[in-house]
């Protein structure tokens, strides 16, 4: 059975995303896959450009709809530009957060209507991934390891780690039910434990 080609790595704050979809696109590549690692929000120059108004100052900089509609736009730009390319070549992408984040954090965490943000993205971007990995872990572990990143690394992407716990319970609650609600593409990958024990379970899920 072929590999799904458009794989998405969600989940809540400090749940090792990028550091696993890095992983998974290092050992496709070793395999012999052409591999397009990416991200959201970004991946092109103004997707990018989006990114840094969205995930920078303060928690209240943008109204739900607001972060919803800017999300969506740089999600467009990135998949015209990066990810239908890519796929239509053959290549598989690798994307760290795609809409299900928009549904968890506008939706879930901020109060915007599900069926609302399914539609917009049905409208506008039109692409649903083949496979979606959601690394649950403990949103105060993963606030934990978050704020600890963000230390080390001097980084200002803090807005949505500022927000609140009830905000980031609400996100962990919607990450939580997803892999039960949509099984034929979601997988619940357990993300407590070592990098090489969570790589191993992400594995063993495409398999």
């Not at 550091?19 to 395999?31: F, S, W, Y």
């Not at 919803?68 to 053959?90: C, E, F, I, K, S």
């Not at 649903?128 to 105060?140: N, Y």
């Amino acid at each position: 059975m072929p590999r799904p080609r458009f794989i998405t790595l969600e989940g809540g704050e400090g749940s090792g995303k990028s550091t696993q979809a890095r992983l998974l696109a290092d050992r496709l590549r070793n395999e012999g896959h052409d591999v397009v690692l990416t991200r959201e929000p970004g991946g092109t120059p103004g997707a990018e450009a989006i990114r840094a108004l969205l995930v920078t100052g303060e928690p209240d900089r943008w109204t739900p709809w607001s972060d919803a509609l800017l999300m969506t736009a740089a999600r467009v730009d990135h998949v015209q530009r990066v990810v239908r390319p890519a796929l239509a070549r053959g290549a598989t992408v690798i994307c760290d957060r795609f809409i299900d984040s928009t549904r968890a954090y506008q939706g879930a965490g901020r109060g915007l209507p599900d069926a609302a943000l399914t539609r917009l993205h049905e409208d506008a971007v039109g692409l649903w991934p083949d496979l979606t990995l959601v690394l649950l872990l403990d949103e105060v572990e993963g606030l934990r390891r978050a704020e600890a990143r963000a230390s080390s690394m001097g980084s200002t992407e803090a807005r949505f780690e500022a927000i609140g716990a009830d905000f980031h319970a609400r996100v962990q609650g919607f990450f939580k039910a997803l892999p039960a609600a949509e099984a034929q593409r979601c997988r619940a990958i357990d993300a407590a434990g070592s990098i090489e024990s969570v790589g191993s379970r992400i594995w063993a899920a495409l398999a």
